[in-house]
């Protein structure tokens, strides 16, 4: 049995980003790599993309996570007056927001690309760089974005974007979700903690999955799972062996990975 990782990673290369038009909307301002997640953000003057995976070296690179990189615009730095790094991006860019929105591939340099993902959305910790930021600051927060194209990326390289596009996400977490269970096929299942890396969302968000997945009709819920099969109900079980799943299969599977129903005794796990 084949299977895709769902969604948001269809179309991770749309078209090679070196055959096409593109249109010069930038440049990078300044780098910055998070080795650990633990710890602060360092500055770099280069650090590569590995398609598919993210920035080398750092801690958010992730096969099923659409937040390889997060873009921020040296606007916002202005906006609000903020010390450099503040906000923790990846790239700060000498773009304007308005040129960014979800699909939108950017080329920087010469081939490295990325696929925006989605807006970042502000959270508490804002606030603790400048009082209020986190309601303030909105849509200038910056945006994630996936790896779709390897290469380094350099201080003061150029930012292309892309006639070409990538599949579009939407802001609403809980719809993300929802497109990435209704792509789940007949007799596979995933964690509710790999959806929250798929989702792109916090650890935490996964308790409210069960509701919110159960709360659009059509969404085939069952193959939401929590890492252990001691915690589904009756009817949860049911919906499973009636797909070929048993529950005490994925008690201790590997988590940020898709499961099979058609391997023999342990289930296949698929290759990302």
């Known amino acids: ?39 602060p953000p360092i500055t770099v003057d280069t650090f590569h993309f590995e398609r598919g995976l993210g920035i080398v070296g750092d801690s958010h690179a992730n096969p099923i996570s659409p937040r390889h990189v997060l ?25 304007s927001a308005g040129h960014l929105e ?32 986190m309601r303030a600051i909105g849509g200038a927060r910056g945006w994630l974005a ?18 070409s596009t990538a599949p579009r996400h939407s802001r609403i977490w809980q719809e993300r979700l929802w497109a990435a269970v209704e792509q789940l096929p007949a007799g596979t299942v995933a964690t509710y903690a790999s959806l929250t890396e798929i989702v792109g969302v916090p650890k935490a968000y996964a308790r409210a999955f069960p509701r919110v997945l ?12 929590p890492i252990s099969g001691a915690l589904l109900g009756p009817e949860h079980r049911e919906r499973l062996k009636s797909e ?19 391997d023999q005794g342990a289930q296949q796990l698929s290759s990302v």
């Open 1 to 39: 049995m084949s299977f895709e990782l769902p969604y948001p990673h269809r179309g991770d290369n749309p078209q090679a980003p070196g055959c096409e038009t593109a249109v010069l909307i930038g440049t990078v301002k300044a780098l910055r790599r998070r080795p650990l997640k633990s710890a």
């Open 71 to 95: 873009l921020v615009s040296e606007n916002a730095y202005a906006e609000f007056s903020l010390p450099p790094g503040s906000l923790r991006e990846n790239i700060l860019i000498g773009v």
């Open 102 to 133: 979800s699909g939108a591939i950017l080329r920087f340099g010469a081939s490295a690309a990325v696929a925006v993902s989605f807006e970042c959305e502000p959270c508490a910790k804002l606030n603790r760089v400048s009082p209020g930021l």
């Open 146 to 163: 996936r790896v779709v194209e390897s290469g380094p990326v350099s201080c003061g390289d150029s930012i292309s974007r892309l006639t």
């Open 214 to 225: 159960r709360a659009k009709p059509g969404v085939p819920w069952h193959r939401a799972v």
């Open 244 to 262: 070929g799943i048993e529950p005490a299969h994925f008690l201790h599977f590997p988590r940020s990975r898709p499961l099979m129903a058609d």
